[in-house]
């Protein structure tokens, strides 16, 4: 998509200097730019590979002196991915999705589509469902019963929308994401023994019960899901059981992720790839989860919460930590514990040594 | 569903008091529960919302006094989370699968269909499939050559299932779950160096190989799952090599659960999400796994074990044990060894201070 | 599919002694094997089984005493796993894939498809797509505008492929599979307290930004995968943001992976199941990650290393390193930091008992 520097700046709310009239029609890192492509050069070290390339204009850092860079033209960013951001938007073609429903598509009559909606091919609409103005749903995606997607909605090829399912303004669910499954919910007729251990911290002996079965508990209560919610690839929020699982306004799940039965997240969270909440826990806003973070069932994670990659949360956290390990702690004691930890061996075979040590 | 509370506590196998004819048509939280709902107050900490709502009825614990939390009815629990199993099943519509063959379904003729399946849109059936009496399958299915879906199962939207896959009968498969694809399993036409670091653990001269090509070993083998097991959402379970992957009765999995090629998992197991079981390992009868644990590859589970949230199994676990961990160890010796490693970097100031220490 | 033993030798360019005419048309374990099967009893542990079954042919080992085991035939495997690579090859009838166009898929007039290649029920294909010759794609597939196919490809029912996804020639891609979606990528207008924390390392004060809001940055770099690649089922490879995301020749992923953004992955790698890498960290050749292991973002994992199971990888490793743990250090390190924590709560109690001890 083609735009004048000029004009570009002014849609990103950036300065330019040198040719305004100039046009790119891509964005590029500097040594594989071509002729038309704006360079994304935010600081000096991406900048020197600008020669490499054959960019005439780049994003560059305020005060960056462009035309010993050998540019024609160049955009200030004074803070580079957001300038990314605005960027990377102007220059998305985005999704291609026809306008209009599929005639392959199935939409049960009782469903309630505005008039501008895209439906692509095979993809299915359950009775009762609401797609609201401007939303585009892919191919393949299915939509239970009484689901509501609401405007502007983007939902991607494969994605499995259960019966229930309430989806706010603006919300991007990536392809094969599943919303409203059955949550995992069982139990056994008798205490089992994962409830006694619970309490026994596992010392004591095994209880081996006479019937093991373990009966269902249906989801009935639905998601709920915010306004500019983005959901990943292959994430799966499940159902609440009598109350809706809640996902917060403003909130980024990334791929694979888990959130369980009964889970209430905040706004404007952000949760990267293979996080696992497990059921009833509740996050605050603004929580940031790394990778493979996992929260264990029925805790409370407090507002502006920032979990390390991969940490174990065992227990309820106040708002504010910064939290990282297995099992988690504040983040510097963790640091603290895996310097010791890596000192221990020599120190013990000083202090207590065994026998040929 | 509309019930009255006398019929409902016939059905829950539970006594009631106060006035059976009272009409209920859903569950809810005691706090948001409308007039005609059932609120759920199975303990008192709950039965303190029932003011803020509007339920006239509600499951609470033995003994309450029901008629001092304001109620017209209640109906008795004495194990409350086995009530909600009930309750749930009987308060749920069901998912909305219209009977018969959808005329977009692709079924070979070769398949074998009881006559009151239900197969859903866009589903294909496979060369040589049977499906049993009671069957219902979602849209966008797809069910490989020679498998078998046994009598009342439920098999969700997008499930993908793959030629020689044996299921029992009353098995619920949650949206996009994929059921005997190909096991990573492969191997370099010399000793790579991931094998001979297995045994040296580590120590020792990198072995760059001259052909480093994975060569690809088959999946012939095909997946049994037994009877009344429940598999999560984009769950996978890999086929096995020349024998099948087994899944014992009664077990249930979560979702974005791995199990590889060749394992084998016992009766009335419990899975939360995320756990992933590497190749060819044996699980005993009644195992839990918390979310996010992972399970070696070629090693043994013993029955009832219990293994804690995103516990590392790395070797053999006898039965009864209740583990935790990374590497996972009996829990109670991994609590001592956290609370050990807690109080170290103040003890080794101390023992053997560094400089400035 | 049968085959005389003599042909099967020849075909697995391996010797054998005995009945050359014997037909053998499937592959077992030795307690199982019917009287048409060839066992597969590489070893003595396994051989011992033999009696068991009723098979009259086995692989064995070099050197094995086949008369003395009952059989009329053997054949000779100096290495069992790459036997059973050949074998399971040869016994393999492959994907039950009809040639041609399955009159129900969706190919857009633009998309350039090799005569001889199979596209099943359901399946689309976008505008501009290349599908070279040779490849089979299953049902319910979705390729976005763009992508490229290679020859001889194997792309499993449900698959999602993105825009400009570019795969090389016989890639195999498992069920549900997501490549091409977009990144978890998101910027705040005002540094948040995740960048900051990422300097403090956690300690101070929490600064609560006056805009919560995520801008997105969309991703227009596409996925680039190289030849001889698979892909696990229900695994997403996310595309770059400017340039391509990047699967290395040869290089073998299981389900459940997750691959972000920018990253980079070298050749002929082995990830076993639940791997995620984070954003723009690049991977070397011939790297093997255990199960669950955690790589973080912007970092590089050097040529040949190991990574053991549910490592978690959080700053940079040289080639051929072995690395175990959480945070990941050289194995043999970590196994001492193991036992020297088992040993410490008891010399803790020694060395500095608490009250009581």
Same mark, same amino acid.
């Given at each position: ?133 401007? #939303? $585009? *749903? !892919?191919?393949? @995606?299915? /939509?239970? =019963?009484?689901?509501? %997607?609401?405007? +502007? &909605? ?10 229930? #399912? $309430? *989806? !706010?303004?603006? @919300?991007? /669910?990536? =392809?094969?994401?599943? %919303?409203?499954? +059955? &949550? ?18 596992? /010392? ?154």
């Amino acid at each position: 998509m083609p735009y004048r520097i000029d004009e570009l700046a002014e849609k990103l709310g950036a300065s330019f200097e040198g040719d305004g009239s100039l046009i790119v029609s891509g964005a590029a890192e500097p040594q594989t730019a071509g002729e038309g492509d704006l360079a994304l050069a935010m600081s000096p070290a991406y900048a020197a590979h600008l020669a490499e390339g054959r960019a005439q204009a780049a994003v560059v850092w305020p005060g960056a002196d462009w035309q010993a860079l050998g540019l024609k033209a160049a955009v200030f960013a004074p803070r580079g991915r957001l300038a990314m951001a605005g960027l990377t938007a102007l220059m998305d073609p985005g999704p291609a999705m026809a306008p209009g429903i599929h005639p392959s598509a199935i939409v049960d009559p009782t469903a309630d589509i505005a008039a501008d909606v895209a439906i692509g091919p095979f993809s299915i609409i359950g009775a009762g469902v609401t797609v609201a103005a401007g #939303v $585009r *749903i !892919g191919a393949h @995606v299915s /939509v239970g =019963p009484s689901s509501v %997607i609401g405007v +502007d &909605g983007l939902i991607h090829d494969g994605v499995r929308i259960g019966r229930r #399912v $309430r *989806i !706010g303004a603006r @919300v991007i /669910v990536q =392809p094969n994401a599943v %919303i409203g499954a +059955d &949550g995992l919910s069982f139990v056994t007729a008798e205490p089992s023994f994962v409830e006694l251990s619970r309490q026994t911290l596992g /010392v004591g002996e095994v209880t081996i019960p006479s019937d093991p079965r373990w009966h269902r508990i249906h989801s009935l209560g639905g998601v709920e899901i915010g306004d500019d919610v983005e959901i990943g690839a292959a994430t799966t929020i499940d159902s609440g059981t009598i109350r809706a699982t809640k996902i917060g306004n403003g909130t980024k799940l990334d791929n694979l992720i888990h959130i369980a039965h009964n889970v209430v997240i905040g706004e404007h969270c952000l949760f990267a790839a293979q996080v696992g909440v497990a059921g009833s826990s509740v996050i605050g806003n603004r929580v940031v989860c790394a990778g493979k973070v996992g929260i264990s069932d029925n805790i409370t994670i407090g507002n502006d919460c920032v979990l390390g990659g991969a940490s174990v949360i065992l227990s309820s956290v106040p708002a504010g930590r910064v939290m990282l390990g297995y099992p988690a702690t504040k983040m510097d004691v963790q640091l603290e514990s895996y310097k010791a930890l890596r000192r221990l061996p020599r120190i013990l075979a000083k202090l207590a040594p065994r026998k040929g040590e």
